[in-house]
Nanobody, 124 residues
Framework: VQLVDSGGGSVQAGGSLRLSCTTS????????MAWFRQGPGEEREGVAA???????AYTDSVKGRFSISKDNGKNTLFLQMNSLNPEDTAMYYC???????????????????WGQGTQVNVSS
C-alpha cells in the first residue's frame, strides 16, 4: 500500500497550487479519500474529502477556494487550491479510508492510510 503526496511549494498570497496523491495497493474507486493539513503546533485537520460516490466535503475555511477531485482510472487524488493565504501554510497529507466513510467524512478516525505529506508555504 502506498500514498505519495506531491505538488506543494512556496507561493505568495493569492496564488494557487495543485496537490496530487498517487496511490496503490487498495481499491481506490471505493475508498473515501481526503486531504488533511497540520500547521506548526497545531492538530491535524481535515480540509477536504470525497466519497466513492463523488460526494465532497470541505472545512469552512477553504470553501469556495479549494476543490478536491479524483481520477479513478489513475488511482490519483487531487486538491486544487486557489486564493491561498498565509493561514493555509501547513504540511498537507493525503489520506485513505479503504472501507469508505460515513457522515463527517472529514473526521480523522475514518482514515487508516496516509501519505508522507507535502509542504505548502504561503507568504503575505
Amino acid at each position: 500500500v502506498q500514498l505519495v503526496d506531491s505538488g506543494g511549494g512556496s507561493v505568495q498570497a493569492g496564488g494557487s497550487l495543485r496537490l496530487s496523491c498517487t496511490t496503490s495497493g487498495f481499491t481506490f474507486s471505493v475508498a473515501c479519500m481526503a486531504w488533511f493539513r497540520q500547521g506548526p503546533g497545531e492538530e491535524r485537520e481535515g480540509v477536504a474529502a470525497v466519497g466513492h460516490a463523488g460526494i465532497t466535503a470541505y472545512t469552512d475555511s477553504v470553501k469556495g477556494r479549494f476543490s478536491i477531485s479524483k481520477d479513478n482510472g489513475k488511482n490519483t487524488l487531487f486538491l486544487q487550491m486557489n486564493s491561498l493565504n498565509p493561514e493555509d501554510t501547513a504540511m498537507y497529507y493525503c489520506a485513505a479510508a479503504p472501507r469508505g466513510c460515513g457522515s463527517n467524512s472529514l473526521a480523522r478516525y475514518w482514515y487508516t492510510l496516509w501519505g508522507q505529506g507535502t509542504q505548502v508555504n504561503v507568504s503575505s
